[in-house]
């Protein structure tokens, strides 16, 4: 699997980014994944901020992301999306995407600096900035 992501920038503070990643996938559909949006700061720990698990789409956000980011995923273009409204200075980090077969979302947003997934795309800068 290789997974790429994109939609990065730089957004003034309460702006508006849509990250992809997208996703080949071989022998495999990709709903059999859990995707995971991942973050790391300079000087801190990674950390899943959502994920979207396999077969039934549900969503999962870390509490300081929910209400704000929306994780989504179209299986027909192998894409999953990161729309982020709302955005804070304290969400600049690199994103990177992640994939996880039948990897449980708990895990994902649930465990600091989790490793788990079983692959990883690179990341996209997001900087929050006025």
């Known amino acids: 699997v290789q997974l790429q992501a994109s939609g990065g920038g730089l957004v003034q503070p309460g702006g508006s980014l849509r990250l992809s990643c997208v996703a080949s996938?071989?022998?495999?559909?990709?709903?059999?994944?859990?995707i995971g949006w991942f973050r790391q700061a300079p000087g801190k720990e990674r950390e899943g901020v959502s994920c979207?698990?396999?077969?039934?789409?549900?969503?999962y956000y870390t509490d300081s992301v929910k209400g704000r980011l929306t994780i989504s995923r179209d299986n027909a273009k192998n894409t999953v999306y990161l729309q982020m409204n709302s955005l804070k200075p304290e969400d600049t980090a690199v994103y990177y995407c992640?994939?996880?077969?039948?990897?449980?979302?708990?895990?994902?947003?649930?465990?600091?600096?989790?490793?788990?997934?079983?692959?990883w795309g690179k990341g996209t800068q997001v900087t929050v900035s006025s």
């Open positions: 979207i698990s396999s077969h039934d789409d549900s969503t």
């Open positions: 996938v071989p022998g495999y559909s990709l709903d059999y994944y859990a």
């Open positions: 992640a994939a996880g077969l039948f990897t449980p979302c708990t895990k994902v947003v649930g465990t600091p600096g989790y490793s788990g997934m079983d692959f």
